[in-house]
């Protein structure tokens, strides 16, 4: 993947402010609400704004950028491959975040915290680690982007060529 490529497809300060929107949703997002809870309705809808803008502006140019130097004959195979990398690696970071969270939560129990502690222990640990592997992700990605092109995030713009058709040839598409 080039920084070229990325930059075509919005920029990768863009990319930076999409991440960095689906990592604050992360850190907004209320654990499920126990009843007689707090959790309002626009508390809920302003973390899931976050998550739809973040996540809605950076999918689509993500599977541009990786369908930007497949050939032709391979695009179907391609996108398919984009995405179930993209389904398997949310179901595997779910799981993963899961197991965490729960054994978080079993270990504040047999300390003796109430579940309602417990509970939000162990969700506010699965957080953190989300939004820090965001972190860690977009860290990577602007040291590997970078240093692809030798230390430049500005790449020359694409120049359209002027292609003229004959009519017999329009005509004949």
Known sequence: M???????????????????????MRRRRPAPPAIGSEASPPRIFGAYLLLGLGAGMSIMPLLSISMSEVPIADAGLASGFGNVTLQVGAALGLAVLGSISTAQTKALIVQG????????????????????????????????????????????????ERVEFDEAEAEAA
């Open 113 to 160: 915290d109430p579940l309602s502690v417990a509970l939000s222990g162990g969700f506010r640990l699965a957080f953190v680690l989300a939004a820090t592997s965001v972190v860690v992700g977009l860290g990577l990605v602007l040291m590997l982007l970078r240093s692809s092109d030798g230390g430049s995030r500005r790449s020359e713009p694409v120049r359209a």
């Open 2 to 24: 080039k920084a070229s490529t990325a930059n075509s497809s919005g920029g990768m300060e863009w990319m930076v402010v999409r991440s960095s929107l689906i990592a604050s």
